[in-house]
Antibody, heavy 122, light 107 residues
Framework: EAQLLESGGGLVQPGGSLRLSCSAS????????MNWVRQAPGRGLEWVAT????????TFADAVKGRFVISRDNSKDSLYLQLNSLRPEDTALYYC???????????????WGQGTRVTVSS | EIHMTQSPSFVSASVGDTVTITCRAS??????LAWYQQKPEKAPKPLIY???SSESGVPSRFSGSGSGTDFTLTISFLQPEDSATYFC?????????FGGGTKVEIK
């Protein structure tokens, strides 16, 4: 069974940094683009970033561009999100998701992790 | 950026009813639309991709339709376990965007 497991969330002060990790299992991780999607408390879903299957291409939401970095290690079946210069509005549950295809294009997510919570507060 | 508008934001219906949720894109997204179901304190569950294709294991009472700018998620013969919030998502172009959600309540 394909699964994603996020970790690394926590409480951080404004301006601080955090690194989220997502461990994949049950599918050929290196063959798929991957994404981060977040959900602020009581709010809807917001796409954060996407990385291509080989890690060579990335794209970000304007709200996080220049502050967040998405990366992956296909040898470890792992996805990462480095969160820098954090703001209170970055407070959310961060989900790791698998794109349905390997192509470098926007896609539906057919596997979601359970999420890791990030709280930015002084 | 493509804006996705869902309606209604809330619907209350009885077991056995048919519920229709609409998602409208601010520009043509062809058939690049997905639907998700989210229950409280749970991750979204994929239901539909490319507007009308069902994910594996999704009950047949869930169906999607539409193309271009107007899309519909239909829940036929509503069941108690269908109480949830439903989101649409466009996958035509970056940035990926989601609709605001529709909460379905069982009377």
């Amino acid at each position: 069974e394909a699964q994603l497991l996020e970790s690394g969330g926590g409480l951080v002060q404004p301006g601080g940094s955090l690194r989220l990790s997502c461990s994949a299992s049950g599918f050929n991780f290196k063959n798929y683009a991957m994404n981060w999607v977040r959900q602020a408390p009581g709010r809807g879903l917001e796409w954060v970033a996407t990385i291509s299957d080989d890690g060579g291409r990335t794209t970000f939401a304007d709200a996080v561009k220049g502050r967040f970095v998405i990366s992956r290690d296909n040898s470890k079946d792992s996805l990462y999100l480095q969160l820098n210069s954090l703001r209170p509005e970055d407070t959310a549950l961060y989900y790791c998701t698998k794109s349905r295809s390997s192509s470098w294009s926007p896609d539906a997510s057919n596997i979601w992790g359970q999420g890791t919570r990030v709280t930015v507060s002084s | 950026e493509i804006h996705m508008t869902q309606s209604p934001s809330f619907v209350s219906a009885s077991v056995g009813d048919t519920v229709t949720i609409t998602c409208r894109a601010s520009q043509d997204i062809r058939n690049w639309l997905a639907w998700y179901q989210q229950k409280p304190e749970k991750a979204p569950k994929p239901l539909i991709y490319t507007a009308a294709s069902s994910e594996s294991g999704v009950p047949s009472r869930f169906s999607g339709s539409g193309s271009g700018t107007d899309f519909t998620l239909t829940i036929s013969f509503l069941q108690p376990e269908d109480s949830a919030t439903y989101f649409c998502q466009q996958a035509d172009s970056f940035p990926v965007t989601f609709g605001g959600g529709t909460k379905v309540e069982i009377k």
